[in-house]
């Protein structure tokens, strides 16, 4: 089969996050940025499936500005054949991604789109789900077990009451779990190699899609500050402080 995998370059997860002091967004500007986590799991699933011998081409594509090369090229070292970059200034709201990707897929015709569950920058979990109901595909999201069953896939899905396992006939759309996979760190010579694999640039123009957002980004404001803990000597003087801490709450 033939796999797509989406990959957005965002802040790393390392990284703490400032807010600019304008309030018009979080900070960017020589901040350490990679892959986001869950596409690594997408990127790390469609390898093994090539591994174990049901995928013959993967292709990732990421939308965004020029430098989320780096982001496509972390994925041709861990494996993927080939990348497409839809270069894309500013921000690209969910609607018109889902929207990209799905002019991609007609493209290239793939058997299954690999997708991760969430982008951990705006935290939007909407494009797989997007992406499909533009499609009319089947969705598994939030996987956390594919297995490929005769010519569809059985996918095992974190859900709030547990574990469920749906069958999902192909074309469709896998959204990632972090506990699908441990990504592998690539080793320096597929970072190497992953230099001279083929790596489309195309401006997001040439696809004729409106991006304009539909959405307008008021303000943006860190959380609130949490007082500091401190240090109880003995458990007495715990209980008398959480005592104290419920009498004040009910007086409230
Ligand atoms: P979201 O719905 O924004 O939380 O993102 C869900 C998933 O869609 C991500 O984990 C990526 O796999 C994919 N995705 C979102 N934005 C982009 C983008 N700009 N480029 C490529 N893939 C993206």
Redesign the pocket.
């Known amino acids: 089969m033939k796999i797509l995998v989406?990959?957005?370059r965002v802040v790393d997860h390392a990284v703490r996050v400032r807010v600019r002091p304008d309030g018009s967004g979080v900070e960017t500007e020589n901040v350490r940025m990679s892959m986001?986590p869950?596409?690594k799991n997408?990127v790390e699933a469609a390898v093994q499936l090539g591994e174990a011998g049901h995928a013959d081409e993967i292709v990732v594509?990421?939308?965004?500005p020029r430098q989320s090369n780096d982001v496509i090229l972390t994925a041709l070292a861990m494996g993927a054949h080939r990348g497409i970059l839809i270069e894309a200034d500013g921000r690209?709201e969910?609607l018109a991604?889902a929207k990209l990707l799905r002019a991609v897929v007609d493209e290239e015709k793939p058997d299954l789109v690999l997708?991760?569950?969430?982008?951990v920058d705006?935290?939007?979990?909407?494009?797989?789900q997007m992406l499909a109901g533009l499609l009319d595909w089947p969705q598994a999201t939030f996987a956390s077990e594919i297995k490929v069953v005769g010519g569809g896939l059985e996918v095992t899905r974190e859900v709030d009451y547990g574990r469920a396992t749906i069958g999902v006939a192909l074309p469709a759309i896998v959204?990632a779990d972090l506990r699908l996979n441990t990504p592998r760190n690539a080793a320096l010579p597929m970072v190497m190699k992953a230099r001279s694999k083929p790596l489309a640039v195309r401006p997001v123009a040439e696809f004729g899609i409106d991006v304009a957002p539909r959405l307008k980004v008021e303000k943006v404001s860190p959380p609130a500050e949490r007082p500091g803990g401190r240090k109880l000597g003995s458990v007495d003087e715990l209980a008398a402080a959480i005592k104290s801490e419920l009498s004040e709450l009910e007086a409230l």
């Open positions: 989406a990959v957005k986001n869950f596409d997408a594509v990421s939308i965004g690209v969910t991604v997708l991760g569950k969430q982008a705006d935290d939007s979990n909407q494009v797989g959204t």
